[in-house]
């Protein structure tokens, strides 16, 4: 066999594979399928080899690229669940505020927050050609750290025409990276300042916008903000319900800051994942584990924010809810486009072990995309998305933080880091 590439050597080859089909839970989150001097072979945008680097070896009789991997270890790349990464400005002045003891909450009613960027990002789309450029220059930095396939929500131009718009610019994004890109149509982020007494009214806009995006096919999933200060579970129902109905698969930002009933409403309607949970009562999670919805956790948010409040990952693994792990990208509360970082958070603050936080960042996330049978692990007839870490073993990628590990990202089959 002929391949287009070759890692050998590698002294950690981390599969990340497991049970077809489902995420891991429980105890099958510290299995990440280890090979020791492992190997890996890809043919085109495919794995064709997955072993020992001797029994590669014997089955591969050339490759086009070799990549030595001494010393080092071997990942999926990482699968970025839950981002926002198409907006205008930032909010610097925000953390600031922060750290004179504002909470998130508080700078949100002042007419900070969500509705800052969103008043930024309207101005921006003034001219789009910036937005794109700018989102391909933090796709291009994902990448570097890792990051071969990303979720991208909008919600920061709520508006008909401008959630549209972005939705649009990340249709365009896709199409001009190598970083695979899942859609998801957030217009329930927050009430417009336009419509903040006037509610129903907003509602009834969003569920307008869901028949655009559903006509022009720009979305795979809707999500909802459900929070106080934001939308409550009786309207998130009304938008989601809608959303069912349209054919989009569901997401939930719940349990941010408090608990009003996120989680048990995503459980009833079958959603994918539920988002933050740092906030969740013992019915949520036993409804989230009996139907294995996922829980992506985000422990950037509150490291930036500086809230000391951490999603409950003991409790959740322990019940055999399904966890994922995600940078959360956005101007306001976690502005990091680092899945190393988050690892490392995980492992600090959500005490997880370094094989829960690495399946979490891997196979996990992918099923909180549905994409787990094509990518999130090391398998032979999944897509060539690996990457080499500067490491020998994997107990040292939460060790380290602050720094990029990577030193090799192969997407799609072909070497995309080092440029």
């Not at 990482?78 to 505020?97: A, K, N, P």
Request: hydrophobic share 45%; aromatic share 6%; net charge negative.
């Amino acid at each position: 066999m002929i391949a287009d590439v070759l890692i050998k050597n590698a002294s950690e080859l981390v599969t990340a594979r497991g049970p077809r089909g489902s995420p891991k839970t429980k105890e099958a989150m510290e299995d990440l399928g280890i090979i020791t001097n492992g190997a890996v072979a890809i043919d085109g945008k495919e794995i064709v080899a997955v072993g020992e680097t001797d029994e590669v070896l014997a089955a591969v009789t050339r490759a086009r690229t070799v990549i030595d991997a001494t010393d080092r270890i071997v990942l999926p790349g990482f699968v970025d669940c839950h981002t926002h990464l198409v907006f205008g400005g930032s909010r610097e002045d925000e953390f600031i505020q922060k750290i004179g003891g504002r909470s998130y909450l508080e700078i949100m009613q002042g007419n900070g927050g969500i509705l800052s960027t969103v008043e930024k990002t309207r101005e921006a789309l003034a001219s789009p050609r910036a937005l794109l450029n700018r989102a391909g220059a933090f796709l291009d930095k994902m990448l570097a750290y890792g990051t071969t396939t990303t979720e991208i929500k909008t919600g920061y131009g709520l508006s008909t025409e401008s959630e549209l718009a972005l939705l649009k610019i990340i249709a365009s994004v896709k199409e001009s990276q190598p970083v695979d890109i899942v859609a998801t149509f957030l217009g329930a982020h927050a009430f417009p300042k336009e419509y903040a007494k006037r509610k129903a009214d907003y509602i009834q806009l969003v569920l307008g916008m869901l028949e655009r995006v559903k006509t022009e096919g720009l979305a795979e999933y809707c999500d909802v903000f459900v929070e106080v200060g934001a939308f409550s579970p009786s309207e998130a129902r009304t938008i989601l319900e809608q959303a069912k109905k349209h054919g989009l698969k569901l997401k939930l930002h719940a349990g941010e800051f408090n608990d009003i009933g996120g989680a048990e409403l995503g459980a009833e309607l079958g959603a994918t994942s539920i988002d933050h949970l740092d906030y969740i009562s013992e019915r949520g999670i036993e409804l989230m584990a009996e139907k294995k919805i996922i829980a992506v956790l985000l422990p950037g948010v509150p490291f930036h924010l500086m809230t000391d409040r951490y999603a409950p990952a003991r409790k959740l693994i322990d019940a055999g809810v399904p966890v994922a792990l995600a940078t959360d990208f956005n101007p306001g509360s976690c502005p990091t486009l680092s899945m190393q970082m988050i690892i490392a958070l995980a492992c600090r603050q959500l005490k997880m072990t370094p094989a829960e936080a690495i399946n979490a960042a891997t196979i996990n996330a992918a099923y909180a995309l549905d994409r787990g049978d094509k990518v999130g692990s090391i398998e032979v007839g999944k897509r060539a998305d690996t990457m080499v870490l500067d490491i020998p073993h994997h107990r040292q990628l939460p060790y380290w933080f602050g720094v990029n590990l990577v030193t090799t990202v192969v997407k799609n089959g072909v070497v995309t880091y080092p440029p």
